[in-house]
């Protein structure tokens, strides 16, 4: 399959959160208690119970008073996902065919490890500190559906579909930055902009975490060393040979 | 049939048991972590389950850890000529013709070296594992992350190295962990020192 | 609406005033967003900077209460500028008609029209005339628009009042913000552009709502807007079916179909039918409602069966009659229930408590009642009123009943969305619980109440009695066991009595068989031969080879015009035309005035297979099937209008034949900018006068207690007053709490910081609320003073979420006065406080 995406147009959203709440009933989530905190925004971040969620941001403008900006959040599906990289558990993360970064909550240990390597910041866990974040609606899409914030969205803001035809629209509809398209892999979630990223508060270059980096590229070692020891304890058995036991020759020392 | 001598003590003998078994239960799961090996977490139970016996073992190793301080460290900061001469003689490890190592105390010097740094890296495996555990800090998880596998690098191979020692290469001195008890001749020849000042004959 | 939701992506220039879509109407904006793309222009006016504003290419503020101001002086824009569809005025619309040269304007006596009658707050409308041609009978015209008595220059005249520096100093609108929007839709007056607008609520709840959209109506027609793609006047209707039910006769004066109530001075058919049925001389104008007769009698014999015959009058009598004068609607309820003239309340899916203007008044009003039954998905503020705030529930005696009613997706039927769009809907899941659809819980009623009378007589049972309800099969006790709601749509769009014929063709053609679905209205007859129970809804569920089609469940995506009207989608009343008054959006020879996007076209050569003539209509189904005004028989375009004319000059209004601004009950400013005399509009009806009135009634015009402008909306999360939504976590976890949003000026005179807990309070009432403080509401410049405004939302109430976190309703501030003609509520401009609690 090629690889597929999501593409957010905060030109286009209206802010209405239907994607919010088809998401929750989607994915079976429960309510998170909130209260108004002087904003439309809410919840105020991601939570377990909430994959994604819109940004609401009052940004200055030359034509009016204001300009309202809605900037759907939620995991990036990174090309180079440092999650799934850093992820212990076998399976707990992984690649679906689309090339969203699934998750597989029996499999998940728990550990946390993914939220502290997600460049993003976007990974949030449940009640039972089992992974939980956007997964691009893996079960809608293996049977061949949209995602389901993506069907609810009235605006056209959030499109699915092949990743380079997405990226080609976008482009061709004039939007100059396609954040995302080189991030990382390249993200499975992009973001047509008029502007730079920074307007729309999106995480300047985000950078893959160079201890997660560094270890997977020398794990290996862990093979290695293992090996070499054992090998190094059974070549000086045969070639130089244990203390001698009861018996033994012991030369005295000068 | 030489007269046996106690070398090691009950409590002595099984906080080293436990040291070694969590240790191998650490190491094995650390493995099956490191590289998705679902045959070994399959013998936990699965991934969530090795996860709790990885952590508890992470418990009990720091303990144990912790205990073996009382039986070892004073011995192994205690240094002197022989040692000195001990470690220019290779330990006697380096030929098949061995000859005459200088007394040695409870531990020789090797295995003070090697307690010294067992202690050190596992102080260091226990911190960033109980940071990864524990704390939120993503700077701090990220960076015990890369310590305890860098750790674990060094676990594998210091670990196979002491066993080999204790075994193949120096018959006989399993025993310490088993009963505790030696022949007081093969005592007397490995760790003089200790026989003289423990008043052994 | 005119046109259709889908219409909008064929627009030039959409105008979103008094309506925020993004917010309330998302879908709208998918269709906006397509327009955009194709390079039209979006124009947001609102008081506040909104989520359609955030999507707008030009967006400018507006003080509530003062779009006729704005709109007069777009008027005055068009006509002092020439911008105006000259050849679409001259023909299709009353502009070049010559009034009765008695008739005076505002600009003449003081914000009046003449034939004012001061006392009864009331207009004499007698020189609101045409000058008759005597010989032909019909209005004298002057096609070069140059006669002063001529609609055009009248128009020309009171809106030369309107400059920009004016309405920009009333509207406090920015002069170029002004003038930019003027422009932008100006724009639209020439062939091949079309200029949308779009309007709700904003609009409507004003002492001036119906006038709003008579100015609007005037600068589509100026600009030559009405019946073309893209084009028309559009109500985005507040809820999924609220046309539908409009069109069912939902408002105390209508009967389904707009067929008037019948009032106690019209004694029999023949009075009703000679008041109500308009006529025409002129032979060019088709004057649809000419037909009314048959669609009355039609009518009374779908409710009342065999029993409505010639002899009776059809039963007639029976039909409730409205007292001369009086005036049922919502306001008025409540004034009535206040006062204690009720016995019984049902409150049939609503939640007056917080969704009625002045909501403490409602409140009020509820305990005076013996028993009210409440019924709903929920209980709401309204049936447990008796435990509300500041309520003893020992004081209370009234008794309470609550019905369960399962909701849209648990039951079958149909509904009309503001396109005129009838879509059925099928069965979701069972309802739940002890719960069930409307229709049952009425059956239910029915029989019961029957059955009353039947056993107990009573006042005029037969109405009662002799009700046709042939909804199901009847039981061993004749009550309908289940009821099948085709059969109340079949009714609905009517069957054939006898079998009709058009005796007027040679030879006559058998229009109908006895006994089968009416093919539509056009085959409806008074002599008691067809029954409908809404004309406008007939054809909606037809005959097909002696079968009936439901064309409201018709699932068909073709769209050969290209235009997004989707004919086989669903049905649409009237006889499922898309677009009304198409035939104003071709050239009197029957050319579309934008060939790109024809919605109809005459092709006088092709062959009219029905007829067999030449001459054809292709395209939506056009206003009429008669050929364009030009051609032989071609008849005007707006053909439910007496003169087939596009209306500029409107008598039909209590309040003025033009719009002319008025301020609203509550404003900041003493006294009418455009005319000192008269503050207010002088038609609307008063509750409370200088000689005092009920003190839940009082009202505060620039009054230093409550020098802020208030103005309420909705929010997406919550579905009007929230009892659907706010048992929804979900959507309390996006909207948990009532807010205000009010500017960062205004706070910080205030010194109020985003998320503080502040009160808001008007003469009548008071709320809490969270202050969300912003750069989105901006104070205006109000005859030369800074004028703050704030709004609040209306959809909480203290009744869920249990714990009071929600608030209460925002219409506890709201006064209580209603539009000249509609006496919909003034909730949309009023005075209030804001401070911090
Ligand atoms: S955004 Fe974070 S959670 Fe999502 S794939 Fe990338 S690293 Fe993983
Ligand atoms: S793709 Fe699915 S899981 Fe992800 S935010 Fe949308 S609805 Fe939620
Ligand atoms: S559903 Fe679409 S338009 Fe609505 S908030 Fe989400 S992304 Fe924006």
Redesign the pocket.
């Known amino acids: 399959m090629a690889r597929m995406a999501?593409l957010v147009s905060p030109e286009l959203c209206i802010g209405c959160r239907g994607?919010q709440s088809?998401?929750k009933e989607?994915?079976g989530l429960p309510a998170v208690k909130t209260v108004n905190r002087g904003t439309f925004e809410n919840p105020p971040d991601l939570t377990g119970a909430d994959?994604?969620r819109i940004r609401f941001m009052e940004v200055p403008s030359a034509q009016d008073a204001q300009r309202w900006l809605f900037v759907s959040q939620?995991?990036m599906h990174c090309g180079d996902a440092a999650c799934m990289k850093i992820c212990p558990s076998s399976g707990a993360l992984f690649r679906a065919k689309n090339g969203a970064v699934v998750f597989d909550k029996g499999k998940c240990i728990g550990c946390k490890l993914c939220g502290s390597a997600c460049p993003y910041g976007l990974i949030r866990f449940d009640q039972a500190n089992k992974v939980s974040k956007?997964?691009?609606?893996h079960d809608?899409t293996e049977a061949g559906l949209t995602?389901?914030?993506?069907k609810t969205c009235p605006s056209g803001a959030l499109k699915y579909g092949d990743r380079d035809k997405l990226a080609a629209e976008a482009s061709a509809a004039g939007y100059s930055n396609l954040y995302g398209e080189a991030d990382l892999g390249g993200t499975g979630v992009l973001y047509a902009f008029k502007d730079s990223p920074k307007v729309y508060g999106m995480l300047q270059n985000p950078a893959f975490p160079a201890e997660v980096h560094f270890w997977s590229g020398i794990k290996s070692l862990a093979y290695l060393g293992l090996g070499a020891t054992v090998a190094a304890s059974a070549l000086h058995y045969l070639v130089i040979g244990p203390h001698k036991e009861e018996g033994e020759e012991v030369k005295k020392d000068e | 049939m030489s007269r046996m001598v106690k070398k090691a003590g009950a409590f002595e003998i099984v906080n080293h048991w436990m040291l070694a078994g969590s240790c191998l239960v650490l190491a094995l799961s650390g493995f099956a972590f490191v590289f998705h090996l679902d045959g070994v977490a399959a013998l936990f139970g699965g991934f969530p389950p090795m996860r709790a016996w990885h952590n508890i073992s992470g418990v009990v190793f720091a303990v144990s850890l912790f205990l073996t301080v009382f039986s070892y460290l004073p011995v192994s900061l205690s240094f002197s000529a022989d040692d000195m001469k001990w470690l220019s003689m290779g330990g006697g490890y380096l030929s098949r013709n061995k000859k005459e190592l200088p007394p040695q105390d409870k531990l020789n010097t090797g295995q003070k070296l090697y307690y010294l740094v067992l202690l050190g890296m596992g102080a260091v495996m226990s911190a960033s594992g109980f940071t990864i555990w524990l704390l939120g800090n993503k700077g701090l998880v990220l960076l015990s992350y890369f310590a305890h596998n860098l750790f674990f690098v060094f676990f594998m191979v210091a670990i196979p190295v002491h066993i080999y020692l204790g075994t193949f290469a120096n018959p006989g001195t399993l025993r310490i962990m088993l009963s505790g008890k030696v022949p007081l001749d093969w005592a007397r020849r490995r760790y003089g020192k200790w026989v003289s000042r423990m008043g052994l004959g | 609406m005119t046109n259709h939701w889908i219409d909008f992506r064929n627009a030039d220039v959409i105008l979103v005033m008094g309506a925020n879509p993004a917010e309330n109407h998302p879908i709208a904006m998918k269709w906006i967003a397509r327009a955009r793309e194709r390079g039209a222009k979006l124009v947001v006016v609102d008081p506040r900077f909104t989520k359609t504003a955030s999507k707008a290419d030009l967006y400018a503020p507006i003080r509530p209460g003062t779009d006729i101001a704005f709109l007069g002086g777009l008027i005055n824009y068009i006509l002092q500028k020439g911008l105006y569809f000259r050849e679409y005025v001259v023909n299709y619309t009353n502009a070049s008609y010559l009034v009765n040269p008695e008739f005076k304007g505002p600009g003449q006596l003081e914000g009046l029209f003449s034939g004012y009658n001061e006392k009864a707050r009331q207009y004499d409308k007698k020189t609101w005339s045409f000058q008759m041609d005597e010989a032909a009978g019909v209005p004298r015209k002057d096609p070069s628009l140059r006669d002063p008595h001529s609609v055009f220059q009248l128009m020309k005249q009171q809106y030369s009042r309107y400059s920009l520096e004016r309405v920009s100093a009333i509207t406090g609108t920015p002069a170029d913000k002004l003038a930019a929007v003027y422009q932008a839709y100006a724009s639209t007056g020439r062939p091949g552009r079309a200029g949308t607008e779009l309007y709700a609520m904003g609009w409507t709840q004003h002492t001036v709502g119906t006038q709003n959209i008579r100015a609007m109506s005037i600068i589509q027609l100026l600009l030559g807007n009405v019946g073309i793609a893209g084009g028309g006047i559009n109500a985005l209707r507040g809820e999924s079916n609220v046309q539908g039910s409009t069109d069912h006769g939902l408002l105390f004066n209508s009967l389904p179909g707009y067929l008037s109530v019948p009032t106690a001075s019209m004694a029999d058919l023949a009075a009703y039918n000679d008041k109500n049925t308009p006529k025409s001389k002129d032979a060019k104008s088709v004057n649809w409602w000419s037909n009314k007769p048959k669609y009355m009698v039609s009518y009374l014999k779908a409710i009342y069966g065999a029993h409505a015959k010639k002899e009776n009058d059809f039963c007639y009598a029976w039909l409730p009659k409205l007292d001369e004068g009086m005036n049922a609607s919502w306001l008025m309820i409540f004034d009535n229930m206040i006062k204690g003239r009720y016995e019984g309340f049902f409150a049939w899916g609503q939640n007056p408590a917080c969704s009625g203007a002045n909501s403490n008044k409602v409140r009020k009003g509820l305990a005076k009642l013996e028993w009210m039954v409440n019924v709903n998905l929920f209980d709401n503020e309204t049936g447990s009123f008796w435990r509300g705030p500041g309520v003893n529930p020992a004081d209370i005696q009234t008794e309470v009943f609550l019905l369960p009613a399962c909701s849209s997706v648990e039951k079958e039927g149909s509904i009309t969305n503001s396109g005129r769009l009838a879509q059925w809907r099928r069965k979701a899941i069972e309802p739940i619980g002890q719960s069930r659809p409307d229709a049952e819980i009425m059956n239910e009623l029915y029989f019961r109440v029957k059955g009353l009378y039947r056993k107990e007589g009573g006042k005029s049972p037969a109405p009662i009695l002799e009700l046709a309800w042939d909804y199901g099969a009847p039981g061993p006790d004749g009550k309908i066991e289940k009821v099948d709601i085709s059969r109340v749509a079949m009714e609905i769009n009517g069957y054939y009595l006898e079998d009709v014929w058009d005796k007027k063709a040679v030879p006559p053609k058998q229009l109908g068989k006895k006994g089968a679905l009416c093919a539509s209205f056009v085959t409806l007859q008074a002599d008691g031969s067809t029954s409908c129970g809404n004309w406008i809804y007939s054809q909606s569920y037809t005959q097909k080879d002696g079968k009936a089609v439901n064309m409201m469940a018709r699932r068909s995506k073709e769209d050969p015009t290209g235009l997004g009207l989707f004919a086989g989608w669903a049905w649409a009343w009237p006889v499922n035309r898309r677009i009304l008054y198409n035939r104003a959006g071709v050239d009197p020879n029957g050319s579309p005035w934008d060939p790109k996007r024809a919605v109809i076209k005459w092709e006088a050569l092709a062959i009219d297979k029905v007829t067999g003539k030449p001459g054809l209509w292709k395209g939506d189904v056009p206003d009429g099937p008669a050929p364009p005004l030009a051609a032989k028989g071609g008849k005007y375009p707006f053909i439910m209008k007496p003169d087939g004319m596009g209306a500029i000059f409107g008598p039909g209004l209590v309040d003025g034949p033009f719009p002319e601004h008025y301020e609203p009950l509550e404003s900041p400013l003493q006294a009418n900018p455009m005319s000192a005399k008269v503050r207010i509009n002088p038609a609307a009806r008063m509750f409370y006068t200088a000689q005092g009135g009920l003190p839940e009634d009082v009202f505060a015009n620039a009054d230093p207690r409550f020098p802020i402008v208030g103005t309420t909306y909705r929010v997406t999360e919550h579905w009007q007053t929230g009892v659907l939504t706010r048992h929804l976590p979900w959507q309390m976890e996006l909207q948990p709490q009532q807010f205000v949003e009010l500017s960062t000026e205004l706070a910080g005179q205030k010194d109020i910081k985003s998320g503080d807990k502040v009160t808001v309070s008007s003469a009548r009432g008071k709320v809490w609320a969270v202050a969300i403080v912003t750069e989105r509401f901006r104070p205006v410049m109000v005859m030369g003073k800074v004028v703050h405004q704030v709004g609040l939302p209306w959809c909480y109430g203290w009744q869920y979420p249990t714990d009071g976190s929600g608030g209460d309703s925002s219409n506890l501030l709201t006064p209580t006065i209603g539009d000249a003609n509609t006496l919909i509520p003034e909730t949309k401009a009023f005075m209030v406080n804001v401070q911090k609690a």
């Open positions: 999501l994607c088809a998401c989607w994915n994959y994604n939620r995991c956007c997964h691009l609606c809608r995602p389901a914030c993506v």
